[in-house]
């Protein structure tokens, strides 16, 4: 479904040079759900912003749903019907002056896609939110809520991918779960391919099956959910990254390195 | 454990709005000695206000009462402002969450913790500026000189919330009040900060207050831990009892966090009861 080759991010030029991503490379299959999983700075979500055409200066070779993407070139409307993306901040990513219905009918109207109305009913009700909802403003809904219309307006074009990127890190635990529970069942009913992007190693491996570490825009690792699980990552970094996720050790913070 | 060095009874903030009054913290009781205490919980259970109003920061148009609310002696509702503005910065400081937002951006990190030590203590200058480095070098900063002229943008998050803490521990407070000090930041990088935190408040045998929404976190650092719900204070536990604890809502948000070693399908969602908040 997706396949992504030698993948290289570089924003700015001369002094300011950053190159946030290098070579990155991997291949997700039609329905499977992979994580990207770093620190700050790690390129993680410059990976992200990339596939989906919003970082617009990357080189290498990347396939979506068989279509092969240029970078800088703006993609087609058929593509932002396959991708969608859910942002971190639901706070953020809504339009303040835009009611519930509004926000969910930009997508239907940008594809001239018909029967807005029923549609939207229908994403309302996936993502657990009642009629009730339709004609609210971003500051009547909790977090959670917000989040909610933001994943409802990804599915409301019936995408076959979903970008994730840090959909919960805003969250308050309670409502994490909630959350995170919403995403399982709908990968499941609808068959979605998920790419997720977190800085926390215990909601990517409950979501993913397959999961990218990366420091300082490379990947240093790929490792299974289940070999996270059973606390056998082969890389140092992402043996600290676990440890580090376990709480506060005193003794084990002695032994982190610095991997700079 | 004698006389502790806060005594809290009957802790309330309210806030007037058009909507009504807001009670924000609702009779919250609690003694500090010299140990670490979490108060852990969600957003808007008044875990934040509570911190605040112990130093009378509570923004206007908010009201604190209390019972009691006693630090070594010393009535803090009803000290004069001149008193609390010594105690301030001076036997209890604050860290607050993100270095970005503490830190003045115009002027640099020396002249800064500089500041606050000379606000408290009668030192020369250049008295002040080796003690400043020398607190430095405590947080485990590996060039001092650089980081003392840098300017707060020049330096890391990590780094920056090392010189809150570097700061406020400068006059040798009695107690620290810590509100999400490390949440702004990578996780390795917190448990660092956390561990420089933790070694100078037993070095020092300080007070420690911390604040967080990081049930795990504060369980494994702190002694004892709030659990707050609403303004109130649903649980109070010794930290490493968390995983025996009573209370539906502490045992809901331990259950409702994703686990890397177990990968169930669907998490425990928080079910809330009105009946908790008497």
Same mark, same amino acid.
């Given at each position: 479904m997706?396949?992504?080759q030698?993948?290289?991010?570089? #924003?700015?030029?001369?002094?300011?040079?950053?190159?946030a991503? $290098?070579?990155?490379?991997?291949r997700?299959a039609?329905g499977?759900?992979?994580g990207? &999983?770093?620190?700050?700075?790690?390129g $993680?979500?410059? &990976?992200?912003?990339a596939l989906?055409?919003?970082a617009?200066?990357w080189?290498g070779?990347?396939?979506?749903?068989? =279509?092969?993407?240029?970078?800088?070139?703006?993609?087609s409307?058929? #593509?932002y019907?396959?991708?969608q993306? &859910? #942002?971190?901040?639901?706070?953020?990513s809504?339009h303040?002056? %835009?009611?519930?219905?509004?926000?969910?009918?930009?997508?239907?109207?940008i594809?001239?896609?018909?029967n807005?109305?029923s549609?939207i009913?229908?994403?309302?009700?996936?993502v657990?939110?009642?009629e009730g909802?339709?004609?609210?403003?971003?500051?009547?809904?909790?977090? @959670?809520?917000r989040?909610r219309v933001?994943?409802?307006?990804?599915?409301i074009?019936k995408?076959k991918?979903?970008l994730?990127?840090e959909p919960?890190?805003a969250?308050?635990?309670?409502?994490q779960?909630?959350v995170l529970?919403?995403?399982?069942?709908?990968? =499941?009913?609808?068959s979605l391919?998920?790419?997720l992007?977190? %800085?926390?190693?215990? &909601?990517?491996s409950h979501?993913?099956?397959?999961?990218a570490?990366m420091?300082?825009?490379e990947?240093? =690792?790929?490792v299974t959910?289940?070999d996270?699980?059973? @606390?056998?990552?082969a890389d140092?970094?992402t043996r600290?990254l676990?440890l580090?996720? $376990?709480?506060y050790d005193?003794?084990?913070i002695d032994q982190f390195?610095? #991997?700079? | 454990?004698?006389e502790p !060095?806060?005594? /809290?009874?009957?802790?309330?903030?309210s806030?007037?709005t058009?909507?009504?009054?807001?009670?924000?913290v609702?009779?919250v009781?609690?003694?500090?000695?010299? +140990?670490?205490?979490?108060i852990?919980?969600?957003?808007?259970?008044?875990?934040?206000?509570?911190?605040?109003?112990?130093?009378r920061?509570t923004p206007?148009?908010?009201?604190?009462?209390a019972?009691t609310?006693?630090?070594?002696?010393i009535?803090?509702?009803?000290a004069?402002?001149?008193?609390?503005r010594d105690?301030?910065?001076?036997?209890i400081?604050?860290?607050?969450q993100d270095p970005?937002y503490?830190?003045?951006?115009?002027m640099?990190v020396?002249?800064?913790?500089? +500041?606050?030590?000379r606000?408290?203590?009668k030192?020369?200058?250049s008295?002040a500026?080796?003690?400043?480095?020398?607190m430095l070098?405590?947080?485990?900063?590996r060039?001092p +000189?650089?980081v003392y002229r840098?300017?707060?943008?020049?330096v890391?998050g990590?780094?920056?919330?090392?010189?809150?803490?570097?700061?406020?521990?400068?006059?040798?407070?009695?107690?620290?009040i810590a509100?999400?000090?490390?949440?702004?930041?990578?996780?390795t990088?917190q !448990?660092?900060?956390?561990?420089i935190?933790?070694?100078?408040?037993?070095q020092?045998?300080?007070?420690?207050i911390f604040i967080?929404h990081d049930l795990?976190? /504060?369980a494994?650092?702190?002694?004892?831990?709030? /659990?707050?719900?609403?303004?109130?204070?649903?649980?109070?536990l010794?930290?490493?009892?968390l995983?025996?604890?009573q209370?539906?809502y502490?045992?809901?948000?331990?259950e409702c966090?994703p686990?890397?070693?177990?990968?169930?399908?669907?998490l425990p969602?928080?079910?809330?009861?009105p009946?908790?908040?008497?």
């Open positions: 997706i396949d992504i030698n993948l290289n991010v570089v #924003f700015g030029s001369g002094a300011d040079r950053v190159h991503v $290098k070579n990155v490379s991997c997700i039609g499977e759900s992979f990207l &999983v770093g620190e700050s700075g790690s $993680k979500s410059t &990976v992200l912003r989906c055409g919003l617009t200066g080189d070779e990347v396939t979506i749903d068989g =279509e092969a993407l240029e970078a800088g070139a703006r993609r409307d058929a #593509f019907k396959t991708v993306m &859910v #942002f971190q901040d639901p706070y953020g809504l303040p002056r %835009h009611t519930v219905n509004r926000i969910l009918s930009e997508p239907i109207a594809q001239g896609l018909d807005p109305g549609r009913d229908e994403a309302l009700q996936q657990g939110l009642g909802f339709r004609f609210r403003f971003p500051h009547q809904l909790s977090g @959670g809520q989040q933001a994943i409802a307006r990804a599915l074009l995408p991918i979903l994730l990127d919960t890190s969250l308050d635990v309670s409502v779960a909630e529970n919403l995403l399982m069942r709908l990968r =499941e009913e609808l391919t998920f790419v992007v977190s %800085h926390d190693l215990a &909601v990517v979501i993913c099956d397959r999961i570490v420091r300082n825009g990947v240093v =690792e790929e959910a289940d996270l699980a059973r @606390g056998q990552p140092r970094y600290q676990l580090a996720s $376990k709480g005193r003794a084990a390195e610095d #991997f700079g | 454990m004698s !060095l806060l005594s /809290v009874r009957d802790l309330s903030v806030f007037d058009r909507k009504g009054v807001v009670e924000a609702r009779g009781s609690f003694d500090l000695g010299r +140990e670490k205490l979490g852990v919980g969600e957003s808007g259970s008044g875990k934040s206000q509570t911190g605040r109003a112990l130093l920061l206007p148009p908010g009201r604190v009462s019972k609310m006693t630090f070594d002696g009535d803090l509702l009803g004069p402002d001149r008193q609390l105690l301030r910065g001076g036997r400081s604050m860290v607050m970005k503490s830190l003045n951006p115009v640099t020396g002249r800064q913790i500089r +500041e606050a030590y606000a408290h203590t030192v020369s200058k008295g500026k080796t003690k400043s480095l020398e070098e405590a947080v485990r900063i060039d +000189e650089r840098a300017y707060p943008h020049e890391s990590g780094m920056g919330q090392r010189i809150m803490i570097a700061m406020m521990l400068i006059t040798d407070p009695d107690l620290l509100d999400e000090p490390t949440s702004a930041l990578d996780v990088v !448990l660092q900060v956390l561990a935190l933790d070694d100078l408040v037993s020092r045998g300080m007070g420690l967080s795990n976190l /504060v494994s650092f702190c002694d004892r831990i709030l /659990v707050m719900y609403g303004g109130q204070v649903m649980e109070e010794v930290a490493a009892e995983h025996n604890a209370h539906p502490t045992r809901g948000l331990l966090l686990q890397v070693d177990s990968r169930d399908k669907d969602v928080l079910t809330r009861d009946g908790w908040l008497l």
